[in-house]
């Protein structure tokens, strides 16, 4: 059973920074895609950025040189650093998993089976 327990969401003003965590328990897969998703009120689901279990990585065009997503694969923690925030980046915050990694990496919800509860980002101008 994949559980995916996210943290680190907050309320900054606009310009500053957060740091998103996604810890992952019962993890013995050593091939995976880990990812970060967004949903705004009245909006679809959108992908933020994915990682690799090789750590390949791939980010969306609006968070593009001001996100980075990374991983500490020891501890089974994928991270979310989030600069320059921006009151568009205002969402709830998902950390997703795919288990059976295909090229090319996607940004595409529907290639993700396991999801998180969620956290919340609010950016205030």
């Known amino acids: 059973q994949v559980h995916m327990v996210e943290s680190g969401g907050g309320s900054v003003q606009s310009g500053g920074s957060l740091r998103l965590s996604c810890a992952a328990s019962?993890?013995?897969?050593?091939?995976?895609?880990m990812g970060w998703f967004r949903q705004a009120p009245g909006k679809e689901r959108e992908g933020v950025a994915v990682i690799g279990s090789d750590g390949t990585t791939t980010y969306g065009d609006s968070v593009k040189g001001r996100f980075t997503i990374s991983k500490d694969s020891y501890r089974n923690i994928v991270y979310l650093q989030m600069n320059s925030l921006k009151p568009e980046d205002t969402a709830k915050y998902y950390c997703?998993?795919?288990?059976?990694?295909?090229?090319?990496?996607?940004?595409?919800?529907?290639?993700?089976?396991?999801w998180g509860q969620g956290t919340q980002v609010t950016v205030s101008s």
């Open positions: 019962e993890w013995p897969y050593s091939a995976y895609y």
């Open positions: 997703a998993a795919d288990l059976c990694p295909s090229l090319p990496v996607t940004l595409r919800v529907s290639d993700f089976p396991y």
